[in-house]
Nanobody, 122 residues
Framework: QVQLVESGGGLVQAGGSLRLSCAAS????????MGWFRQAPGKEREFVGS????????QYADFVKGRFTISRENAKNTMYLQMNSLKPEDTAVYYC???????????????WGQGTQVAVSS
């Protein structure tokens, strides 16, 4: 059983930056592909980006390409989401997830964190 804890969310002005972290425990972190998803009020949870077990492969949703970067440090059991040039429409609860493949579908992920709130003011 893998436990995931997100941190780093907060309130930021449009154009600003935040770095989210996802700390894993209770399993072998390097065995898992990891993903970031987000959910805004009244909307479905959507894919943000994902990374393979070794960090060698990444995918991003079109709406974050060029602005967000995913990385991971297996030695620290941690994944990151660097978010730059934030927009008000990026406001959501951000979740990290662990699964067997770095796919875009939420159903490919087995373990989920509780989420961290990101709010971007205009």
């Amino acid at each position: 059983q893998v436990q995931l804890v997100e941190s780093g969310g907060g309130l930021v002005q449009a154009g600003g930056s935040l770095r989210l972290s996802c700390a894993a425990s209770g399993g072998t972190f390097s065995n898992y592909a990891m993903g970031w998803f987000r959910q805004a009020p009244g909307k479905e949870r959507e894919f943000v980006g994902s990374i393979s077990w070794d960090g060698g492969m990444k995918q991003y949703a079109d709406f974050v390409k060029g602005r967000f970067t995913i990385s991971r440090e297996n030695a620290k059991n941690t994944m990151y989401l660097q978010m730059n040039s934030l927009k008000p429409e990026d406001t959501a609860v951000y979740y990290c997830a662990a699964g067997s493949s770095y796919r875009t579908s939420r159903y490919a992920y087995i373990y989920w964190g509780q989420g961290t709130q990101v709010a971007v003011s205009s």
